[in-house]
């Protein structure tokens, strides 16, 4: 179930599609993508398009710090950030080696930092009988904010001041960032001689499904579900693709044509063998749940007091994470230890 959807089903608020909607989304959608248009077990919704991250490179930056190619490991992500940064003469960074999501508000700080964790092995999330506990207060959550304050605090790869995501990216002021593919629209809009290329993260990324529902019954929900139905034809989602750049759902579509004019969308449509995608829980809480760990990330990116200090950092962890299962349980969704 897609997560703002979570409460709009809860309240009885959406009705189940007919049931030939159903067939259809059997018939096309494997279970990843089903799964955020359910709720208790039954299909409520039809997939459309998903945003997911990859990584996003200036190729002519890479060149002239010598890097052939996209970083393979989380190591080489600070090792790489550390070669493409570029400062003054009194040694302030001018151009960003990785431009860290570090500022901006809302949830979405958590979820790169999320995408980060993951590839350091770990999970912001679990689920256990059906329930859910914070899982991030442990080494591989060390990691990932252990990364954030190498780079910001430690080697000064990036700061809170400079430009940063899409915009840094299309200005030339950072030498790669991690993102969803409808930056490959923007830059083809503002910055369409820029030189650069894409790739996948090492094991996996956060997905987020945007789904469609119809919250009426009725001669008119049909008309509803027919435009549903419609916008999910083949032709009308590589349409999707090719002037958006978000990524159909849909399973057995034909990239081919779309992909010799936008090269750039390969690392998003042929991940590699064993590349996971996981997603935001489908629960209400989730986006409180976010939220309020990204202020507490937002003022941990920057504390020097952090850097260098495993017992420090997993302080801050355990405390938020005791926060992260408060919620839990007041929505009586903790899980058991």
């Not at 690392?267 to 809480?285: E, M």
């Not at 937002?298 to 299962?325: C, H, P, R, V």
């Amino acid at each position: 179930m897609e997560v703002e959807a979570a409460r709009y089903l809860e309240a009885g608020l959406i009705p189940e599609p007919p049931a030939s909607i159903v067939d259809f989304v059997k018939a096309n959608y494997d279970m990843t993508r089903v799964k955020t248009a359910m709720y208790e077990g039954k299909i409520f919704g039809v997939p459309l398009f998903q945003g997911q991250g990859a990584l996003f490179y200036n190729t002519e930056m890479f060149a002239k710090a010598g890097l052939d190619g996209p970083p393979k490991t989380m190591a080489d992500y600070t090792a790489y950030a550390q070669k493409l940064a570029q400062r003054d003469a009194s040694g302030v960074p001018t151009v960003s080696g990785w431009s860290l999501r570090l500022s901006g508000g809302g949830s979405g700080i958590a979820e790169k930092y999320w995408t980060i964790l993951y590839n350091h092995g770990g999970t912001l999330l679990e689920e256990k009988g059906g329930k859910w506990r914070a899982a991030y207060a442990n080494a591989a959550g060390r990691a990932a904010l252990k990364q954030y304050l190498d780079n910001v605090v430690v080697y000064r790869t990036v700061t809170p001041e400079m430009k940063a995501d899409a915009e840094a990216f299309e200005l030339g002021q950072t030498g790669m960032f991690i993102r969803e593919s409808w930056v490959i629209g923007d830059v083809a809009k503002k910055a369409p001689n820029l030189k650069y290329a894409t790739a996948p993260l090492p094991k996996g990324t956060l997905m987020v499904s945007v789904d469609l529902y119809v919250p009426n019954k009725g001669l008119k929900s049909q008309i509803a579900w027919d435009f549903v139905q419609k916008a999910n034809e083949p032709e009308n989602l590589l349409w999707l693709l090719e002037n958006t750049a978000w990524v159909p759902n849909r399973k057995g579509l034909d990239y081919s044509a779309v992909l010799k004019k936008i090269p750039q969308l390969d690392a998003f449509v042929n991940t590699p063998p064993g590349h996971v995608f996981f997603t935001v829980p489908a629960i209400s809480p989730a986006s409180e749940i976010l939220t309020r760990l990204a202020a507490r990330l937002e003022k941990a990116f920057t504390d020097k007091s952090l850097a260098g200090n495993d017992a420090a950092i997993d302080a801050f962890l355990k405390a938020a994470a005791e926060e992260s299962d408060k919620i839990l349980a007041r929505e009586d969704l903790l899980a058991k230890p």
